[in-house]
């Protein structure tokens, strides 16, 4: 039996996550979303330095499987929360992972594929893909990724896209700032790894600190004052931190630091 994702990483500390299950156009079924939150569950007790994920075959994520869905109509309420809260934990682990990621959206991504674009840090679409916040149409809603749309797209965006079901293509996808580039399908590996390289230039632990200060900065509502002796105490934290002195000596000795010596 085929397994549901594919992981891999290369010499430079970059995982690829590959979605597998084209014939289905990646859609999530239990053993997916099982597949995934074990993945990322590793991935956050040993971060790679990039992630990467995307679909096998013509699609990114096509969202819930048909049969999966049927097999959740048949259930009960209470099966279908259990089922739905797991389905929630894996977005959030996606989202609050602590290291840089990067949609590679392949084709085309509707209900929860679009959730796990807007839980990646960046991303970058082909431009013939077609995009879709498809749950109405079934009598649904977005629920357990609507934290995550919201926060991406805004809730003008969202009041749109999530009340009529339509679907967009990748240039409205980047209007709306669901994605940040889009490529031909053929140079998409090329901007990817692009944007790899950027990231793979940067220190992995500012990396992975400037993550927590946009989530810090993003979610504070106490007195500015606050905030601002809470930025204070970060970057000092850093400046004196390994990871600070590595950078500001090879950048006062015009030479790469050691993160990035290869």
Not at 54 to 79: I, N, Q, T, V, Y
Not at 145 to 157: K, L, T, W
Not at 175 to 195: F, M, R
Request: charged fraction near 25%; aromatic fraction near 6%; hydrophobic fraction near 45%.
């Amino acid at each position: 039996m085929n397994q549901p994702l594919n992981q891999e990483t290369d010499d430079a500390g970059v995982t690829t996550l590959m979605l597998d299950r084209p014939d289905v156009h990646n859609a999530f079924n239990a053993a997916l979303i099982g597949e995934l939150t074990q993945s990322l569950d590793e991935l956050a007790a040993s971060p790679p330095r990039v992630l990467v994920l995307s679909g096998a075959g013509k699609s990114f994520s096509a969202g819930a499987d048909l049969g999966w869905m049927r097999a959740m109509a048949d259930a009960g309420e209470a099966e279908n929360r259990t089922d739905s809260e797991r389905l929630a934990a894996m977005f959030r682990k996606l989202d609050e992972l602590p290291c840089p990621t990067i949609a590679r959206v392949n084709g085309a991504a509707f209900g929860g594929g679009v959730g796990l674009i807007s839980c990646c840090d960046i991303a970058v679409a082909a431009d013939q893909a077609k995009f879709g916040l498809t749950e109405v149409r079934l009598g649904l809603i977005p629920a357990t990724i609507a934290p995550f749309v919201i926060a991406r797209i805004g809730a003008a965006n969202a009041r749109r896209y999530m009340l009529t079901g339509e679907r967009f293509d990748a240039q409205a996808a980047k209007a709306i700032g669901l994605i940040h580039e889009t490529c031909a399908a053929e140079a998409l590996d090329a901007q990817v790894e692009s944007i790899t390289d950027a990231l793979l230039a940067s220190g992995p632990y500012a990396v992975a600190e400037c993550k927590q200060l946009i989530r810090r900065v993003q979610t504070f509502d106490g007195p500015a004052g606050e905030l601002d002796a809470i930025t204070a105490e970060w970057i000092a934290r850093l400046r004196v931190g390994n990871e600070g002195q590595e950078g500001l000596r090879a950048f006062l000795e015009k030479r790469k630091p050691s993160w990035n010596a290869g």
